[in-house]
């Protein structure tokens, strides 16, 4: 099984919602990723975490909160979004070593109004 | 600092023709190098990745890289081109854990 997998695929939320989104992997991967991608843009580096614990945080703001609840669990809470905050919101996980692969799952298209 | 840098924003070929994605990185250490596709509002895909040992590598769907150390390039290639082909390509160097740096992209057209 290489699949990593997000829930919902898609969500629109108003700026006053709390809304959460949720990634899945049953590979064995320590590490777990959040990216978010907007339109004909690469992915943004938001969180990593290793081992379950917050590693690199690229200076997200606070209305995104990560929880890793166990090591094959990432989800990324939301609170008081912005339109601009509506993006493809990516989740990825790998080994964590220096030279393996990221696997992506298919994404949270998400729309803030 | 690594950093990638993917030569054409936009590659358009025919169907049945040959394919070839431009992609150069800067590194300090030796570094992985990997390309992704993207199809529309999908997730990424990974077509294939260099981690020093060959330096011909040979991916998903028909498609290979050569790394040339020399000339610091990864270019992606594929002899015919499908139209399933057509979708967003992005180059990724990583020379330190859980760090992927990402080039711009490059979209992939295919003409019938």
């Known amino acids: 099984d290489t699949e990593v997998t997000q829930t919902p695929k898609h969500l629109v939320m108003g700026m006053t919602n709390k809304k959460s989104l949720k990634c899945e992997q049953h590979?064995?991967?320590?590490?777990m990723y959040w990216y978010k991608q907007k339109a004909k843009k690469p992915p943004e580096l938001m969180f990593v975490?290793?081992?379950?614990?917050?590693?690199i945080n690229e200076s997200v703001p606070s209305r995104f909160s990560p929880e890793c609840p166990n090591s094959s669990l990432l989800n990324l809470h939301l609170h008081a979004l912005q339109p601009e905050d509506s993006a493809l919101y990516l989740c990825?996980?790998?080994?964590?070593?220096?030279?393996?692969?990221?696997?992506f799952g298919q994404g949270t298209r998400l729309t803030v109004v | 600092a690594q950093s990638v840098t993917q030569l054409d924003s936009h590659v358009s070929v025919s169907e049945g023709t040959p394919v070839l994605l431009r992609c150069n990185y800067s590194?300090?250490?030796?570094?992985?190098l990997f390309w992704y596709v993207q199809h529309p509002n999908k997730g990424l895909q990974l077509l294939l990745k260099?981690?020093?040992?060959?330096?011909l590598v040979k991916g998903i769907n028909g498609f290979e890289a050569e790394f040339k150390k020399s000339e610091t390039s990864f270019h992606l290639t594929k002899p015919s081109a499908h139209m399933s082909d057509a979708a967003e390509y992005f180059c990724?160097?990583?020379?330190?854990?859980?760090?992927?740096?990402f080039g711009t992209g490059t979209r992939l057209k295919v003409l019938a």
């Open positions: 990825a996980s790998s080994q964590g070593g220096e030279d393996t692969e990221a696997f």
């Open positions: 590979m064995g991967h320590r590490a």
């Open positions: 975490y290793s081992y379950e614990k917050l590693s």
């Open positions: 590194s300090s250490y030796s570094p992985s």
């Open positions: 260099y981690t020093s040992a060959a330096t």
């Open positions: 990724v160097v990583s020379d330190q854990a859980y760090k992927y740096i």
